[in-house]
Nanobody, 126 residues
C-alpha cells in the first residue's frame, strides 16, 4: 500500500504564500516522479507541477514563475511553494506519486499514477 499525506493548505490573502507538503510512505520508492494537481469546484483535476527523479520540473503555464516544486528524497517528501497567490488558485490540491515521466523533444510530461493523497484545501481570498 501507498500512503500520501498532504499538509500546509489554508486561507491566505491574494499575494500571499503557502507551502504544501506531501509525505509518502508504504510501497513507494523515494526515487519516483511526483506531481501536484488541483481541482476547483465544478472543474476537472489539472496538473500544477511535477518533478522527475533527477529534479527536472514542469509547470502549468498559469503558475510558472509563482510556484516551485521540490523534493527531499531522504524524507520521501515533495513540496509545493506557492507565492503571489491569486483567487483563481483556490482549489483542493492533491499530490501524486509514481507516475510516468516522459522526456520530450521540446517539453517533458508527467502522467499520474493511481496513487493520490486525500487533498488539502487552498483558499485565496481577502
Amino acid at each position: 500500500q501507498v500512503q500520501l499525506v498532504e499538509s500546509g493548505g489554508g486561507l491566505v490573502q491574494p499575494g500571499g504564500s503557502l507551502r504544501l507538503s506531501c509525505a509518502a510512505s508504504g510501497s513507494i520508492s523515494s526515487h519516483s516522479a511526483r506531481g501536484w494537481y488541483r481541482q476547483a469546484p465544478g472543474r476537472q483535476r489539472d496538473m500544477v507541477a511535477a518533478i522527475a527523479i533527477g529534479g527536472s520540473t514542469i509547470y502549468a503555464d498559469s503558475v510558472k514563475g509563482r510556484f516551485t516544486i521540490s523534493r527531499d528524497n531522504a524524507k520521501n517528501t515533495v513540496y509545493l511553494q506557492m507565492d503571489s497567490l491569486k483567487p483563481e488558485d483556490t482549489a483542493v490540491y492533491y499530490c501524486n506519486a509514481g507516475g510516468i515521466w516522459t522526456r520530450g523533444l521540446t517539453r517533458n510530461s508527467y502522467a499520474p499514477s493511481n496513487y493520490w493523497g486525500q487533498g488539502t484545501q487552498v483558499t485565496v481570498s481577502s
